[in-house]
C-alpha cells in the first residue's frame, strides 16, 4: 500500500501500484499552494495511471472552464469541494461536493466553476481530457 505524496523534480512517484490510498484535502491543499494555482485557472495531478484507466484531481479557481470535449470512452466527474456546471450536448448539470457524473463514450462537455472548485476526473481511456492539460 501506498499513500500519495505530489512528486518534485528530484522524487518519483509510482502511479499504479496494487492498493494506494489517497489524502484528498491534503492533496488539494499542496495543489493550492503550487505556482501553477498562482499563475493558471487551473492545476491537475494524476492519481492514478494504468493502461486504459486514469484518476485525475482537478482544482479549478472560480469562473474557470474546462473546454468543450467529446469523450471517446465512458468518464466520471466527482465534485469534491466547491460547485460545478458540467453542460453536456444542451444540458447543464451543477454538482456539488460529493455528487457524481456519469458520461457515456460519444457526449460533448465542458466545466466552469462557480467558485474554487475540485473534481476527480476517472477517465477509462488513453486520450489526454482537456482538464489534465495546463491552462
Do not use: C
Not at 11 to 25: G, K, Y
Request: a positive charge; hydrophobic letters at 45%.
Amino acid at each position: 500500500m501506498t499513500t500519495f505524496k505530489r512528486s518534485t523534480e528530484t522524487t518519483a512517484r509510482s502511479m499504479d501500484r496494487p492498493v494506494m490510498t489517497f489524502d484528498l484535502p491534503a492533496i488539494l491543499a499542496n495543489m493550492k499552494q503550487e505556482p501553477t494555482w498562482r499563475t493558471a485557472r487551473r492545476n491537475a495531478v494524476t492519481l492514478l495511471k494504468q493502461p486504459v484507466f486514469r484518476i485525475v484531481l482537478v482544482a479549478l479557481q472560480a469562473g474557470a472552464e474546462v473546454g468543450s470535449y467529446q469523450t471517446d470512452s465512458p468518464i466520471t466527474v466527482q465534485a469534491i469541494e466547491g460547485r460545478l456546471a458540467v453542460r453536456v450536448e444542451a444540458d447543464e448539470y451543477v454538482l456539488g461536493a460529493g455528487q457524481l457524473l456519469t458520461l457515456r463514450p460519444g457526449l460533448r462537455h465542458s466545466l466552469r466553476a462557480q467558485g474554487d472548485s475540485a473534481f476527480l476526473l476517472t477517465l477509462a481511456s488513453e486520450a489526454m481530457h482537456p482538464a489534465e492539460q495546463p491552462a
